[in-house]
């Protein structure tokens, strides 16, 4: 069987859903497509990797037909399988686009004076309506055909590589649940089947009922969980750019400071995005998932303490892409206020640092050998 057809099947029998093939032709599913195979000569070296039980790490991506909002990670008869559900794609589409339609935004990209700023579509979070929707027990929805696209040609296919990094940062974050041992840890602890990014209703069903004594235990642990997964992707997305390892050749064309100014952006931006929609649940099933002011303060301390020795040019880069947070909330007010961030340590920073030592067991290295 061919990766695509074990995806297929995975996606059938534990998803309850179909795959989503990026083989027709239309502009959006090319982008689907080049996503996927990037990111799939990225996960090249994970094949020489090993964890301390000798096993080796076969990760199969690929893309969910859903028009909910979710990401996960799972391992499944002797195979991790990481997915996207087709409406993130989109989603992350429609954010980069409209980021670009304001003049404010990275005004030093194409020629910002043709944009006009426009209101946006949804008043909140981007996706926040697609989810409303999803709740409100619509299967399908169709693409919106007043999507905002900016108004200079070079600044839309900026937003395009915007989109395609936010995506990557996703895939690597999914990678890092597998890598990092986080699935087998939780499938062991009886924690959850799966990672689930959003833990919407019919996912939920998926996870075993937690008994009460233990939920705020277990909650703590899967939090930190997604603080390493979002420092392992950051820093894969990071060397992706600073090592050369750029593989999309529009964005591998662009200088290196722009490179990684969209990378940081995005990684920022992602995260918050996940956050929300979490949260969004959250008040629906009572369930808790890290603060967003929290997930974000885990990336920031990560980029002080292993990026910015090797990159000396990172805080300055890294001010500036976050200061094209203060133009999107300008229209968006529930952008968090990204100049809060300071270097402070985390709530679940003594957690974090237990729970990397019972992953040690879990996680995959290529190294493993040599260290034992
Ligand atoms: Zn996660």
Redesign the pocket.
């Known amino acids: 069987m061919t990766e695509q057809q074990l995806f297929k099947r995975f996606a059938r029998e534990r998803r309850n859903a179909a795959a989503y093939d990026a083989g027709d032709k239309s502009e959006e599913a090319q982008l689907f497509a080049v996503s996927l195979s990037s990111f799939q000569d990225h996960l090249a070296w994970t094949r020489s990797a090993i964890n301390k039980q000798d096993m080796g790490a076969t990760i199969i991506p690929g893309y969910i037909d859903l028009m909910t909002l979710n990401a996960f990670?799972d391992y499944h008869g002797g195979t991790h399988y990481i997915g996207m559900h087709q409406a993130l794609f989109v989603t992350i589409l429609e954010f980069a686009y409209y980021c670009f339609a304001q003049r404010g935004f990275f005004p030093g990209i194409g020629n910002a004076s043709l944009e006009t700023s426009p209101e946006p579509i949804d008043d909140q979070a981007p996706g926040l309506w697609l989810l409303d929707q999803t709740v409100k027990g619509m299967r399908t929805i169709p693409h919106r055909a007043n999507r905002i696209l900016p108004n200079d040609p070079e600044r839309s296919v900026a937003a395009v590589y915007l989109a395609l990094l936010m995506v990557r940062f996703v895939w690597l974050?999914?990678m890092a649940?597998c890598m990092n041992g986080h699935v087998h840890y939780v499938q062991s602890k009886d924690l959850s089947q799966s990672?689930n990014?959003i833990a919407s209703q019919e996912v939920l069903g998926l996870v075993k009922p937690v008994p009460a004594r233990n939920i705020q235990k277990w909650d703590a642990a899967l939090r930190c969980?997604?603080y390493d997964?979002d420092q392992t992707a950051f820093w894969g997305s990071c060397q992706i750019q600073i090592g050369g390892n750029e593989n999309i050749q529009g964005i591998a064309a662009m200088d290196i400071t722009s490179r990684l100014e969209l990378t940081v952006f995005g990684t920022y931006a992602m995260t918050w995005l996940f956050e929300t929609y979490q949260n969004y649940f959250k008040v629906q099933y009572d369930s808790t998932h890290p603060q967003p002011v929290e997930r974000l303060q885990s990336i920031f301390n990560y980029a002080a303490r292993h990026i910015t020795p090797q990159e000396p040019d990172f805080i300055t880069l890294q001010k500036t892409a976050l200061q094209q947070f203060n133009t999107i909330r300008q229209k968006i007010p529930a952008v968090f206020d990204m100049r809060k961030l300071e270097i402070k340590p985390l709530a679940d920073e003594k957690l974090l640092a237990n729970i990397r030592k019972a992953l040690l067991s879990y996680r995959y290295d290529v190294n493993s050998t040599f260290r034992r």
């Open positions: 990670a974050h999914e649940h990672l990014e969980l997604e997964a």
